[in-house]
């Protein structure tokens, strides 16, 4: 079957412009979660999503991130105004119901340049 | 701060050894943790758990040792294949608290199985 996809797979931008990032989950997937891998590092959690609404969204690193998933299955992250340190790989996940670990499926990810 | 740490960035082994990946933490309230192996380009994929009430998981070659008093895991891939040949992330969760099931993943070990 299908596995989570993400796009664009590259998406290269300016300083100070605005970018979405697009994530569809595994279908019928309750729970999403976005990670950001930077260069020599792992991922690092973002936000989580239980069905529409964001559960858990401690890890967003300023007021320049949001993520929508207003239908309970696509989710977009939107990021203003880019900056480089932005520059990373966004890692979408999903899982049937959030309550099992090691139930996170990946998508391989969009690859952000802000030059 | 690092909550998990690992802190060898490769790792090369003949194939057929053994390899052993080391993991260590610094949050008490960690309670599961897992491993994940990512190829170039692709997502990170699920590769074997273990809950803090266990000291050892085994799943065919890969086996997760777990050691909480010394907040230490590892990773022992015997025998080694080429195809083994990846980056690996230790992560942990605390789902014992009722947070969602987040994970917290370490820098990552690159390892090379030779031929």
């Known amino acids: ?115 | 701060d690092q909550q998990v740490k690992q802190n060898s960035p490769s790792l090369s082994v003949q194939e057929g050894r053994i390899s052993i990946l080391n993991c260590d933490y610094t949050n008490s309230m960690f309670d599961y943790f897992l491993w994940y192996k990512k190829y170039p380009a692709e997502g990170p994929t699920f590769l074997i758990s273990i809950s803090s009430i266990k000291d050892k998981n085994e799943d065919g070659r890969f086996t997760v040792f777990l050691n909480k008093s010394a907040k230490h895991l590892s990773l022992h891939i015997v025998p080694s294949q080429p195809g083994d040949s990846a980056v690996y992330f230790c992560a942990a969760s605390a789902r014992g608290t009722g947070a969602n099931s987040k994970l917290t993943f370490g820098k990552g070990i690159t390892l090379s199985v030779r031929p």
């Open chain 1, 1 to 115: 079957g299908a596995g989570v996809s993400q796009t664009p797979s590259n998406k290269v931008t300016e300083k100070g412009k605005y970018v979405e990032l697009r994530c569809d989950p595994i279908s019928g997937h309750t729970a999403l979660y976005w990670y950001r891998q930077s260069l020599g590092q792992g991922p690092e959690f973002l936000i989580y999503f239980q069905g529409t609404g964001a559960a858990d969204d401690s890890g967003l690193p300023n007021d320049r991130f949001f993520a929508v998933r207003p239908e309970g299955s696509v989710s977009t992250l939107k990021i203003q105004r880019t900056e480089r340190g932005d520059s990373a790989v966004y890692l979408c996940a999903s899982s049937f119901t959030g309550t099992r670990i090691d139930e996170q499926y990946f998508g391989p990810g969009t690859r952000l340049t802000v030059t």
